[in-house]
């Protein structure tokens, strides 16, 4: 087993229950971790034989441009199609909201959704 860490993949995106968040957009913070069976990989030095993590980014650009309004949902979205790639045997996936409109100062608001096959 091995794990393939995207971490702090940065998109603007449209998400959040609040109607300013539809039209003003917000900076997110993406990362993923994608546990895979890395045995055949390591001795074949193929990218057939591994997870793409090419792949992987498309699918975080793709998912963060629907919107909606919950980062849970998006982060979910995310964590499935990730799980629907070749080789892919589990999935954690982070979604980070780095500014929101509400008065309170926050180090870190984000979400943490893991799916297995």
């Not at 993949?9 to 997110?28: Q, R």
């Amino acid at each position: 087993m091995g794990v393939i860490s995207i971490e702090g993949v940065k998109v603007f995106a449209y998400h959040g229950d609040l109607p300013e968040e539809a039209i003003l957009g917000g900076h997110f913070l993406v990362s993923v971790w994608v546990t895979t069976n890395m045995k055949k990989v390591i001795k074949s030095d193929k990218l057939k034989d591994t997870v793409n993590y090419v792949k992987i980014i498309e699918i975080i650009n793709k998912e963060m441009q629907i919107r909606s309004e919950m980062i849970e949902h998006v982060a979910g979205r995310i964590a499935k199609k990730i799980l629907s790639l070749n080789k892919v045997e589990a999935v954690k996936v982070e979604l980070e909201k780095k500014n929101s409109p509400i008065d309170v100062s926050f180090d870190k608001i984000s979400v943490v959704v893991e799916d297995t096959n």
